[in-house]
């Protein structure tokens, strides 16, 4: 059964940086891109990063420059940092392996 435990969002001023952690258990993460989303409240869920199994990383153009996603396979974790934030980024975070689903994890941005 795969599992996604996500962790590493809080509170935050803008400009400021966060890592999320997306730990997978059940499954060999090396295998499988892993991605990224989020929902703000009242917005639906929109996707936000992409890591394949290879590396490759793709971004929604709005984070494009300011977040980076990775991966250590070693560890069966994924990454998402986030830099330069902005009071717009606030939302509830996701991560996703297959059609697993992640808890989700808040990120607020604010002064």
């Known amino acids: 059964q795969v599992q996604l435990v996500e962790s590493g969002g809080g509170l935050v001023q803008p400009g400021g940086s966060l890592r999320l952690s997306c730990a997978a258990s059940?499954?060999?993460?090396?295998?499988?891109?892993m991605g990224w989303y989020r929902q703000a409240p009242g917005k639906q869920r929109e996707w936000v990063a992409t890591?394949?199994?290879?590396?490759?990383?793709n971004y929604v153009h709005s984070v494009e420059g300011r977040f980076t996603a990775s991966r250590d396979n070693a560890k069966n974790t994924g990454y998402l940092q986030m830099n330069s934030l902005k009071p717009e980024d606030t939302a509830v975070y996701y991560c996703?392996?297959?059609?697993?689903w992640g808890q989700g994890t808040q990120v607020t941005v604010s002064s």
């Open positions: 996703r392996l297959i059609d697993c």
């Open positions: 890591i394949t199994s290879g590396g490759n990383t």
């Open positions: 059940g499954v060999d993460l090396a295998g499988y891109p």
